[in-house]
């Protein structure tokens, strides 16, 4: 087991532009949560995926973010149209629900840097 | 809806020596957890510890310890024989245990430890 993997580590882009950001779950976890977090803040929760299906979006998710699941293994999120104020570090987690507990473990985050 | 507090934003130990990471937390529910995460310079969120409100012995891993009083709603993480790689961002965060239902973590702002040789 390697862990949450994400990519890429580093993204810069043009404002205007589309990105794409991959995570991998630890293999047997079914819970996949993104979040997003601002220099000195905490994470703020965006989206979160229970096996394929997309249970919840934060209001911070505009509808130029969209976030897909495909069978349950990999998750992606996309955020088209990109404005300065998406750059970030972009978190993704994912946990093992066993009888109501959870721990979310993360991956080592994209940091995206919108010029 | 729920809110953590970490009232200190920097702090920092001599090696070997212990300190003691404050978080308050205000929630209405009486079922939920409560972690500490670690994140080290330019390096990945790192589960240190995990208490259940249900449960009242505090948690203990290793150097790590937490005191967690349910009446005062708060969750303190102490840290002892500190070690240079103990540096790093501590973040407190709370989770609503819900079966089924969307279980993100509510985050505290953090607080920087630095540990000095």
């Known amino acids: 087991d390697t862990g949450v993997s994400q990519n890429p580590r580093h993204k810069i882009t043009k404002r205007g532009q589309n990105v794409t950001f991959r995570c991998d779950p630890i293999?047997?976890?079914?819970?996949l949560y993104w979040y997003r977090q601002t220099l000195g803040q905490g994470p703020e929760f965006l989206t979160y995926?229970?096996?394929?299906?997309?249970?919840?979006k934060s209001r911070l998710l505009s509808d130029r973010f969209s976030a897909e699941r495909p069978k349950g293994s990999f998750s992606t999120l996309e955020i088209q149209r990109t404005e300065q104020g998406d750059s970030a570090m972009y978190l993704c987690?994912?946990?093992?629900?066993?009888?109501?507990?959870?721990?979310?473990?993360f991956g080592p985050g994209t940091r995206l840097l919108v010029l | 809806a729920q809110t953590v507090t970490q009232s200190q934003p920097e702090m920092s130990v001599q090696e070997a020596e212990t300190v003691t990471l404050s978080c308050t937390y205000d929630?209405?529910?009486?079922?939920?957890?409560l972690f500490w995460y670690k994140q080290p310079p330019s390096r990945q969120m790192i589960l240190v510890i995990r208490?259940?409100?249900?449960k009242q012995q505090n948690a203990t891993e290793n150097r790590f310890s937490v005191n967690f009083q349910k009446a005062a709603k708060s969750f303190s993480l102490k840290i002892s024989d500190s070690q240079l790689g103990d540096t790093a961002m501590y973040f407190c965060?709370?989770?609503?245990?819900?079966?089924?239902?969307?279980?993100?973590?509510?985050w505290g702002l953090g607080t920087s430890l630095a540990v000095n040789p």
């Open positions: 987690a994912s946990s093992l629900e066993v009888r109501s507990q959870e721990t979310q473990y």
């Open positions: 293999s047997e976890h079914n819970r």
């Open positions: 995926f229970q096996n394929e299906a997309q249970l919840e």
């Open positions: 929630t209405s529910e009486n079922n939920y957890y």
């Open positions: 208490q259940e409100a249900y």
């Open positions: 965060a709370f989770m609503k245990p819900r079966a089924g239902n969307n279980r993100k973590l509510i």
